[in-house]
RNA sequence: GGCCCGGUGGUCAAGUGGUUAAGACACGGCCCUUUCAAGGCUGUAACACGGGUUCGACUCCCGUCCGGGUCACCA
């Protein structure tokens, strides 16, 4: 067997979604995997709602997953170009090739006449499919059509009584019969060609080997073998992969929720996770351990191991294995994923000075074991920031009534203000020695003085929350919450 | 509706005629930790239904039901 050529091919009318991040991803591990090459091209023959910013997006997302491809129209290659609207004159050649030889003609049914015909189809009760009556038009019909101002499209002849075989890697043979299959369309009125003809066409020219894509394009797969057998060409192995499906099991669609790369992106999520995530939708490795980078996964991956049943996208896994990445993410990583939410949030200047960085540098270091998306970030904050303090609570207000509370509240602020460096290694030793200094039980310390800064029974280490909130703060919290208790503390 | 593809716990998913039917997420419990989270241990929970074939079916065949895809001058 030749070298192994895969290709992912979207169409650029939208921002890059999920199931077409899996249809890349499968694309590119089986290339990885196979030492072949994965090949990126943009289908962009629907003029209409076509977009280079869509495109770029697209390209993007690609990028941000990591899955780098080996041609495409930003790179180039030997195959290019990688557009299929800079291939017209490529496809022109076949078309007429198929002319020449009747295996198709041209057609100039207006839209009302096929719907007329479609209707009457359905009238009968049966399946509406083109009559096939521009097939043996003569040459003076065709001109007095054209003399009308009618446009043509160019139809393909479907032969009747065939049966198609596609051998399909993941779903095994499937069978169709060409007699469900009308007439159907390969060059539209403006002279593109459609999908189903330009697909054949790239895919032939370009050397593809393998085409692996979503299993909406399964029974598109007949046409297209079709058109290879009229071509006389060599056809490419398939494989359909299943659909990712919405928690109410219909197509994965906005009512679920993301549905496009970026919102992953904007959300904080790890380009790592989203792909480790992606991998595990349909595909499962032999071992139990799931977590693995994209090189892992490629070593491993094999679509004897892609499941043929749709998969709902389950948003609580994503966001554990999320919360894996970020636990594992070293820490410059992480606070430089951070920023930006930081810096929306008006947390941190846009000009980051140093003080802000350690300070962030802190903060993440706070939050890493509790974060689930980097932007959960933005929700902690109050926690380490402003004077106040909300006390949120009978049982948090009664732990500050304890008569151990004043004094050891008091003896904090004046170890607080001692305190040359303040950082949490400093912080714990302090608060070990205030224990022991007041004779203390850890249940009469920690608790009554988390309360006291934060309101809340539960939060970060305070040894990493005093640092954070920094010597004044934490003493002005501490004097605002006397005071909601009924207690008067000396501000040392 | 025609054609096509599916149907193992709530979700993902191993399984390829004989298994105590893995594992992961989620959920419950316990441990750890003077908090939460994380981590460790543990528990609840599944072969859509009905017929065959077979000594034996989750696994093979047929039917039913359910879900999805597709029937465009969109890809």
């Known amino acids: 067997m030749g070298k192994i050529r895969v290709r992912f091919a979207p169409s650029p009318t939208g921002p890059l979604h999920i199931g077409g991040?899996?249809?890349?991803?499968?694309?590119?591990?089986?290339?990885?995997n196979t030492g072949g090459r994965f090949i990126l091209r943009i289908e962009d023959t629907d003029l209409e709602r076509s977009s280079r910013e869509s495109e770029e997006n697209i390209l993007a997302s690609l990028k941000w997953l990591g899955l780098e491809w080996d041609e495409g129209p930003d790179i180039g290659g030997d195959y290019g170009p990688y557009r299929q609207t800079e291939r017209l004159d490529i496809y022109k050649k076949y078309i007429e090739r198929l002319l020449a030889e009747g295996k198709a003609y041209?057609?100039?049914?207006?839209?009302?006449?096929?719907?007329?015909?479609?209707?009457?189809?359905?009238g009968r009760g049966e399946v509406p499919k083109y009559s096939g009556k521009c097939r043996n038009l003569t040459p003076e019909e065709r001109k007095k059509l054209e003399d009308e101002g009618r446009k043509p499209v160019v139809r393909f002849c479907v032969p009747s009584n065939r049966e198609i075989l596609i051998p399909d890697k993941v779903r095994g043979d499937v069978v169709f019969d060409s007699d469900g299959i009308g007439d159907f369309v390969i060059v539209k009125s403006d002279g593109i060609p459609t999908y189903n003809?330009?697909?054949?066409?790239?895919?032939?020219?370009?050397?593809?080997?393998?085409?692996?894509?979503?299993?909406?394009?399964?029974?598109?797969?007949?046409?297209?073998?079709?058109?290879?057998?009229?071509?006389?060409?060599t056809i490419p192995e398939f494989a359909h992969i299943s659909l990712i499906l919405g928690s109410d099991r219909s197509k994965m669609s906005k009512r679920h929720g993301a549905t496009s790369v970026v919102q992953y992106?904007?959300?904080?999520?790890?380009?790592?996770?989203?792909?480790?995530?992606?991998?595990?939708?349909?595909?499962?490795?032999?071992?139990?351990?799931?977590?693995?980078?994209?090189?892992?996964?490629?070593?491993q991956f094999s679509l004897?191991?892609?499941?043929?049943?749709?998969?709902?996208?389950?948003?609580?896994?994503?966001?554990?294995?999320?919360?894996?990445?970020?636990?594992?993410?070293?820490?410059?990583?992480?606070?430089e994923m951070a920023l930006p939410y930081m810096q929306k949030g008006g947390y941190i200047s846009s000009e980051p000075t140093q003080d802000e960085l350690a300070?962030?540098?802190?903060?993440?270091t706070a939050l890493q074991e509790k974060l689930t998306t980097v932007g959960d970030?933005?929700?902690?904050?109050?926690?380490?920031?402003?004077?106040?303090?909300?006390?949120?609570?009978?049982?948090?207000?009664?732990?500050?009534?304890?008569?151990?509370?004043?004094?050891?509240?008091?003896?904090?602020?004046e170890n607080l203000s001692a305190l040359e460096d303040l950082n949490p290694v400093a912080v714990k030793t302090l608060l070990k020695g205030l224990t022991k200094e007041l004779g203390l039980k850890g249940k009469q310390v920690y608790m009554p003085l988390r309360v006291a800064l934060t309101g809340q029974k539960h939060g970060p280490e305070l040894d990493y929350l005093i640092s954070i909130l920094g010597k004044e703060t934490s003493k002005k919290r501490l004097s605002r919450t006397a005071e909601q208790a009924g207690l008067k503390i000396p501000l040392t």
């Open 21 to 32: 991040a899996r249809s890349a991803l499968f694309n590119y591990l089986y290339a990885k």
């Open 106 to 122: 041209y057609c100039y049914c207006s839209e009302e006449e096929l719907e007329f015909e479609r209707q009457e189809c359905l």
């Open 197 to 233: 003809f330009a697909v054949v066409v790239d895919d032939f020219t370009m050397e593809i080997t393998h085409v692996i894509r979503a299993e909406e394009h399964l029974s598109n797969t007949p046409r297209q073998i079709l058109i290879y057998e009229a071509l006389g060409i």
């Open 265 to 299: 992106k904007e959300e904080g999520y790890l380009p790592e996770a989203v792909v480790n995530f992606l991998a595990l939708l349909g595909w499962s490795p032999v071992g139990e351990e799931e977590v693995f980078s994209l090189e892992e996964t490629a070593e």
């Open 304 to 335: 004897a191991r892609v499941a043929k049943n749709p998969a709902v996208f389950d948003m609580d896994k994503l966001r554990w294995l999320n919360g894996v990445y970020i636990r594992n993410c070293p820490l410059p990583r992480l606070a």
């Open 359 to 364: 300070w962030l540098s802190l903060v993440v």
């Open 377 to 413: 970030i933005i929700g902690f904050m109050p926690l380490f920031t402003g004077d106040d303090v909300v006390i949120d609570g009978e049982e948090q207000l009664e732990l500050l009534k304890e008569d151990t509370f004043l004094p050891m509240i008091t003896a904090f602020c």
